[in-house]
């Protein structure tokens, strides 16, 4: 049997996405839902954890005490082992989902960071390609740097106007 639970997994997970414990990020969600959408969204999906979890031991207990080492079941048992470890099943999978579901919170989480220093990243980046493509003065090699543009208007070549 693992020691951690998939709740233990989903506290950590949103203790580290969001850098607090559990407990103050739990009143963070419930005080100012608004200011922090995914905060709530994952709290809400770690409350509905917190019941598959509960089910989890619960069908587990249950599994193991029918099945305890030197206790031959009764017929009757046959059918309350088979419906407990289907619930087991279930459950486990309820808790799986709600993992991942939180894992997809945290994902959205950072892409929305992520997105929000997009425009400088690209700023940036766009800077960098352009001084890396700026023109060559013609016979000059590849490896020196090309020489600045002129600031002032330039200079007609000397010679008679017609």
């Known amino acids: 049997m693992p020691d951690t639970t998939a709740?233990?997994?989903a506290d950590a997970m949103i203790e580290e996405a969001w850098g607090r414990p559990i407990e103050a990020l739990?009143?963070?969600?419930?005080r100012r839902p608004v200011e922090d959408?995914?905060?709530r969204s994952a709290m809400h999906i770690r409350?509905?954890?917190?019941?598959s979890n509960?089910?989890?031991a619960v069908h587990r207990d249950r599994l193991h005490a029918l099945t305890r080492s030197g206790h031959v079941p009764a017929f009757y048992?046959?059918?309350?082992?088979?419906?407990s470890a289907v619930d087991l099943r279930v459950a486990q999978a309820e808790s799986r989902t709600a993992l991942q579901a939180i894992s997809h919170v945290i994902e959205a989480r950072e892409a929305a960071a992520t997105a929000d220093r997009a425009p400088a990243v690209r700023l940036a980046q766009a800077a960098v390609a352009r001084s890396?493509?700026?023109p060559r003065a013609l016979g000059q090699p590849p490896d020196?740097?090309?020489p600045s543009a002129a600031v002032g208007p330039t200079v007609a070549a000397t010679g008679p106007r017609r």
């Open 144 to 146: 020196q740097p090309a």
């Open 132 to 134: 890396a493509h700026a």
């Open 77 to 83: 048992d046959l059918d309350r082992i088979t419906s």
């Open 54 to 56: 509960n089910a989890v």
């Open 47 to 51: 409350s509905a954890l917190v019941v």
């Open 26 to 30: 739990e009143s963070l969600a419930v």
């Open 7 to 9: 709740l233990d997994q």
């Open 37 to 39: 959408p995914l905060l």
